[in-house]
Nanobody
Framework: QVQLVESGGGLVQAGGSLRLSCAAS?????MGWFRQAPGKEREFVAA????????AYGDSVKGRFTISRENAKNTIYLQMNSLKPEDTAVYYC???????????????WGQGTQLTVSS
């Protein structure tokens, strides 16, 4: 069992920045972020694989969001820049044993943190 604790969500204006954090109770191979807006499916945002040297991003956030990993603390971060109203969603941290963009492939999930971007 891996516990995940997310933090950093909030309200920000369009064009602004915010950083999310997710601390895991133990080390896992893949750590990533998904998001879910009301009435929509859970969407892949970003993932870091292994030590963190390999990363992947969803098309809608590529070039604006950066995922990073601090292995000594089993923690990942999501730096979000140039935020848009369409980024508004609940952001979930997830971990798993292999990389995938499908939410079903991840084994453990955080409780979620709300990001609201106002126009």
């Amino acid at each position: 069992q891996v516990q995940l604790v997310e933090s950093g969500g909030g309200l920000v204006q369009a064009g602004g920045s915010l950083r999310l954090s997710c601390a895991a109770s133990s080390s896992t191979y893949v750590m990533g972020w998904f998001r879910q807006a009301p009435g929509k499916e859970r969407e892949f945002v970003a993932a870091t694989i292994g030590t963190g040297a390999v990363t992947a991003y969803g098309d809608s956030v590529k070039g604006r969001f950066t995922i990073s990993r601090e292995n000594a603390k089993n923690t990942i971060y999501l730096q979000m820049n140039s935020l848009k109203p369409e980024d508004t969603a609940v952001y979930y941290c997830a971990v798993g044993g292999r990389y995938s963009r499908r939410a079903a492939e991840y084994d453990y999930w955080g409780q979620g943190t709300q990001l609201t971007v106002s126009s």
